[in-house]
C-alpha cells in the first residue's frame, strides 16, 4: 500500500520569499509518480509538477521546483518569489505501477494550508 | 480551453433521494477518475475508467453507487438513497494514458459539492 504523508496543517510566507512544503512517501514499487497539486478555496485541483521515481534531476516548474530524495522518500515542493496568489492548500500525491498492473489511482496526502502575507 | 467540466456544481438533496453527477474530460483523454473528497482531507479515489471500461473500484464505492462511461467519452456517478456521510466534494479527473502510467498526469475538473440534508 502506498501512503502520503504531509507533517505541516499550516505554512505561513512572506510575499517575495521561498517556502519549502514537507512531503514525504512510502512505497515498496521501484516505479513510481510524484505529483504536486493546489487547490484554492475555489475548489479545483490544479497541477503544478511532477516527478518520476527514475528521473535524475529534479523536477522545475517555472516558480515551483521538486526537491526530491529518492532515499528519504522525500519529494518537497518549493515555491520560489511567493504571490498573494499562492494561497491555497497544496496536496503532495503519489501513483505506482505494479507488477505490470495499471493502478489508476492518486494516493493524497492530507494537505498543507499555506497563507502569503504581504 | 476545454478542461475538465463538471454538472452540477453544487448539489443540496434529502436523504434518501437519488442524485447523479456528470464528468465531461478533456477532449481525447481515454482515462477518467473519480474521487471524493471530504472536508479538510485529501482527495480519495472511488474509481477509474479506461475507455468505456471500468477497471478498478474502490471499497469506498459502495453498493449505492455507481458508475458509468458509456461511449468512452462523458460520465456519470450516480449515488442512490443519499446518507448524510455522502456529504462531500466529488472530483473526476483524466488523463491521455499515452505516457508510462505512473507518470500520466491527472487533470481535475472543478468537483460537485454535494449536500446531503
Known amino acids: 500500500a502506498q501512503k502520503i504523508t504531509q507533517t505541516q496543517p499550516g505554512m505561513f510566507v512572506q510575499e517575495k520569499e521561498a517556502v519549502t512544503l514537507d512531503c514525504t512517501y512510502d512505497?515498496?514499487?521501484?516505479?513510481?509518480?510524484l505529483f504536486w497539486y493546489k487547490q484554492p478555496s475555489s475548489g479545483e485541483m490544479i497541477f503544478l509538477i511532477y516527478?518520476?521515481?527514475?528521473?535524475?534531476q529534479n523536477a522545475t516548474e517555472g516558480r515551483y521546483s521538486l526537491n526530491f530524495q529518492k532515499a528519504r522518500k522525500s519529494a518537497n515542493l518549493v515555491i520560489s518569489a511567493s504571490q498573494l496568489g499562492d494561497s491555497a492548500m497544496y496536496f503532495c500525491?503519489?501513483?505506482?505501477?505494479?507488477?505490470?498492473?495499471?493502478?489508476?489511482?492518486?494516493?493524497f496526502g492530507q494537505g498543507t494550508i499555506l497563507t502569503v502575507h504581504p | 480551453d476545454t478542461g475538465v467540466s463538471q454538472d452540477p456544481r453544487h448539489k443540496i438533496t434529502k436523504r434518501g433521494q437519488n442524485v447523479t453527477f456528470r464528468c465531461d474530460p478533456i477532449?481525447?483523454?481515454?482515462?477518467l477518475y473519480w474521487y471524493r473528497q471530504t472536508l479538510g482531507q485529501g482527495p480519495e479515489f472511488l474509481t477509474y475508467?479506461?475507455?468505456?471500461?471500468?477497471?478498478?473500484k474502490s471499497r469506498l464505492l459502495s453498493d449505492r453507487f455507481s458508475a458509468e462511461r458509456p461511449k468512452g467519452s462523458f460520465s456519470t456517478l450516480e449515488i442512490q438513497r443519499t446518507e448524510q456521510g455522502d456529504s462531500a466534494m466529488y472530483l473526476c479527473?483524466?488523463?491521455?494514458?499515452?505516457?508510462?502510467?505512473?507518470?500520466?498526469?491527472?487533470?481535475f475538473g472543478p468537483g460537485t459539492r454535494l449536500t446531503v440534508l
Open positions: 479527473a483524466s488523463s491521455t494514458g499515452t505516457s508510462e502510467r505512473w507518470a500520466d498526469t491527472q487533470y
Open positions: 512505497t515498496s514499487d521501484q516505479s513510481y509518480g
Open positions: 516527478q518520476g521515481s527514475y528521473d535524475e
Open positions: 500525491a503519489m501513483r505506482v505501477e505494479a507488477g505490470g498492473t495499471s493502478y489508476g489511482k492518486l494516493t
Open positions: 477532449s481525447e483523454h481515454n482515462r
Open positions: 475508467f479506461q475507455n468505456e471500461a471500468q477497471l478498478e
